[in-house]
């Protein structure tokens, strides 16, 4: 967050609006690492733990999501010091961005384990993929609001609405820390993306199962 | 009652000789860029089936305990793999009648940095136990596994011996219909050995089910009544233990 403030915000000067930069960073941030470390963690997750299945008969689909559990603890202490972040810049939650928390989480949550599950299925028939992964992740930051405000994109505004974490982050900036309002048709295309992505991330998973034991 | 029923069990395996030990996606792309008609076409490079096992059809009834032998790459362990449903059939049908348990490799999920008693539960865990039950018989597991002193020490610190004795303690106290052993008492000392040979007697009289893979006839003579012989993924031979080592152990003879 430190090293964000310094150099995006103070160095390339991008503009948080009313939301002092560290905060405003932060709140993307708290979310952000949530999702992507429980996605990197869900797609190594069937590789590193292949000698439990080769040898004991349970359901796969445990391990990947098993593996993010870690990183939801992660999140509630990050969130604590986001709590002091907030005390100390004195901004105040109103009652919605409270409530909103909760399915945002859930948002966080579909989506990481959407595409966890998939890379997972495709790390185990691809083995290169793991290399490319924390690659992919660091670009993907870049893609999602979380060092800089949506309003960068000017008009291609619609190109957010295709990142799940956009909706997060955006809503939980809004609702936490009380300034602006909240853009309900992104949060709902962010829902419906997360579902899209957790739908098709437990398919392919499913369908790619069987086989998992005589490649892996 | 048959507790198991094999009718044509075929496992196949693909070896392509000429691939890369394994796949990436950067070959793949390359593959595809260099020959997008291949690709479409569905045809792969030249591959060789393997057949671990082959049209391999018994039953067993409950109760009974049946040893599996034969050579390396028979096809024992993955004809225990199959049983206990860790890897698909390739053609065949499978019947299983009860909760299986299977050892295919001692200590599995083991943690050595974690203590003993940690152990015991972890892998109590995944083998399927629920942790009132490991609660239940840990005083007995412990004890089987002559592990009292240990209790309480990370298990890196204790020896490999100890490893297998507490592993194969834990799996010992599983109360399955169906227990799948492979070949893991081979680590432990003669007196554990016996120890073990003498629980697997006692759960059978209990009403349970054994397979069990082992390469020490010995073992195999003292537990088992009825024994498989496995050949290339083919039985070559089911029968009374006695008769099925003899034969084992005359062709081996023949064939050097």
Not at chain 1, 120 to 141: E, G, H, T, W
Not at chain 1, 147 to 171: D, K
Not at chain 2, 95 to 115: A, D, K, P, Q, Y
């Amino acid at each position: 967050m430190v090293i964000f403030s310094i150099f995006f915000g103070r160095v390339a000067g991008i503009s948080s609006g009313d939301i002092p930069y560290p905060i405003f960073a932060y709140t993307g941030l708290l979310f952000w690492q949530y999702f992507s470390s429980s996605l990197s963690a869900a797609s190594n997750s069937l590789v590193s733990n292949r000698g439990i299945i080769q040898k004991v008969y349970f359901p796969k689909v445990i391990v990947p999501l098993a593996s993010t559990i870690g990183h939801f603890i992660d999140f509630l202490f990050a969130g604590a010091v986001f709590i002091i972040l907030m005390i100390y810049f004195h901004f105040f939650p109103t009652l919605l961005g409270v409530l909103l928390l909760i399915p945002c989480l859930v948002i966080t949550f579909l989506s990481f384990s959407g595409l966890g599950l998939l890379f997972a299925s495709i790390n185990v028939k691809y083995r290169d993929v793991r290399y490319v992964m924390p690659f992919f992740l660091q670009l993907l930051i870049f893609l999602t609001p979380v060092i800089y405000p949506t309003a960068v994109l000017g008009r291609y505004q619609w190109l957010w609405y295709l990142n799940p974490m956009s909706g997060v982050i955006e809503t939980m900036r809004a609702g936490l820390l009380g300034v602006g309002t909240i853009n309900w048709t992104l949060l709902a295309s962010s829902a419906l993306l997360s579902i899209l992505f957790f739908t098709f991330g437990i398919l392919y998973f499913k369908k790619s199962e069987k086989y998992f034991t005589d490649i892996i | 009652m048959k507790i198991i029923e094999a009718h044509n069990l075929s496992k196949c395996y693909r070896i392509e000789p000429e691939r890369e030990p394994y796949y990436t996606l950067r070959d793949e792309m390359v593959n595809l860029a260099k020959k997008p008609l291949r690709w479409l076409k569905g045809e792969g490079e030249k591959k060789q089936d393997f057949w671990a096992l082959r049209n391999v059809s018994f039953s067993i009834e409950k109760g009974e305990k049946v040893g599996l032998i034969g050579r390396n790459g028979a096809g024992k362990s993955t004809l225990l793999k199959i049983l206990s449903r860790v890897t698909p059939l390739t053609q065949g049908e499978a019947v299983i009648r009860g909760r299986v348990n299977s050892i295919l490799e001692v200590g599995i999920g083991f943690n050595i940095e974690l203590t003993g008693r940690d152990n015991i539960y972890l892998n109590g865990a995944i083998l399927g136990m629920t942790k009132k039950e490991i609660d239940l018989k840990f005083e007995r597991i412990v004890r089987f596994a002559g592990f009292e002193k240990f209790l309480d020490t990370p298990v890196k610190k204790c020896s490999s011996g100890m490893h297998v004795r507490l592993a194969f303690a834990v799996a010992a106290h599983l109360e399955p219909d169906i227990l799948l052993i492979d070949e893991v008492l081979a680590v432990g000392d003669f007196e554990f050995r016996k120890k073990c040979l003498k629980k697997m007697d006692k759960a059978s009289q209990e009403g349970r089910t054994i397979v069990f893979v082992s390469h020490d006839m010995d073992s195999i003579a003292h537990l088992c009544t009825r024994t498989i012989l496995l050949d290339s993924g083919r039985i070559v031979m089911d029968g009374p233990t006695a008769t099925v080592i003899s034969h084992y152990l005359d062709s081996g003879n023949k064939s050097y």
